[in-house]
T-cell receptor, first 118, second 112 residues
Framework: GAVVSQHPSWVICKSGTSVKIECRSL??????MFWYRQFPKQSLMLMATSNEGSKATYEQGVEKDKFLINHASLTLSTLTVTSAHPEDSSFYICSAVGLAGWVTDTQYFGPGTRLTVL | GQSLEQPSEVTAVEGAIVQINCTYQ??????LSWYQQHDGGAPTFLSYNALDGLEETGRFSSFLSRSDSYGYLLLQELQMKDSASYFC?????????????FGTGTKLQVIP
């Protein structure tokens, strides 16, 4: 159980275009989903915290107008990178916490989406 | 803010035991987690300590000392497939939410 999927797994786009990444919890309801970004050989950096039905909370330095997050249901959150530029090229990973997740603090990670902006 | 320190690289021999240490500074501490990440893959959850002491899960054990702001991950009977990056992560309160901040990661290389 506790499977999180991401789509697409990789995407290549032209500079200036927008890219949408989906994160789904397949077999549990996720009250909270997190979006991380990881550059090569670096750690995961939290971009935003997404709670179902409310606005996302963005980390300092993350532009909310550039990285649009929607958490429309307990099983789906989307991240849209608007007007992507080459410096946005990175590995984007989502994670989800279930209703009882904070007891064990288990975050279930999606497989990640590798974005390359040309 | 939060800060975590762990060694950047560790090399160990197949079949041996290796310990990866993590020290942290944070406010509103809830617990310490460990994640494994193979190159090109997503992190996978290994363990979580909210209380002092040792948690054992198969070949992996994790320890926490809240008073020392210190924890470690112990890997026994190392296998080649254990070669990966290992991240410690603290769960902490922030702005009314519970968040997780990751360390910089330790790259473990298991050699024959």
């Amino acid at each position: 159980g506790a499977v999180v999927s991401q789509h697409p797994s990789w995407v290549i786009c032209k500079s200036g275009t927008s890219v949408k990444i989906e994160c789904r919890s397949l077999d549990f309801q996720a009250t909270t989903m997190f979006w991380y970004r990881q550059f090569p050989k670096q750690s995961l950096m939290l971009m935003a915290t997404s709670n179902e039905g409310s606005k996302a909370t963005y980390e300092q330095g993350v532009e909310k107008d550039k990285f649009l997050i929607n958490h429309a249901s307990l099983t789906l959150s989307t991240l849209t990178v608007t007007s992507a530029h080459p410096e946005d090229s990175s590995f984007y990973i989502c994670s989800a916490v279930g209703l009882a997740g904070w007891v064990t603090d288990t975050q279930y990670f999606g497989p990640g989406t590798r974005l390359t902006v040309l | 803010g939060q800060s975590l320190e762990q060694p950047s690289e560790v090399t160990a021999v197949e079949g041996a035991i290796v310990q990866i240490n993590c020290t942290y500074q944070t406010s509103g501490f809830y617990g310490l987690s460990w994640y494994q990440q193979h190159d090109g893959g997503a992190p996978t959850f290994l363990s979580y300590n909210a209380l002092d002491g040792l948690e054992e899960t198969g070949r992996f054990s994790s320890f926490l000392s809240r008073s020392d702001s210190y924890g470690y991950l112990l890997l026994q009977e190392l296998q080649m497939k254990d070669s990966a990056s290992y991240f410690c992560a603290v769960s902490h309160a922030s702005g009314g939410y519970q968040k997780v901040t990751f360390g910089t990661g330790t790259k473990l290389q298991v050699i024959p």
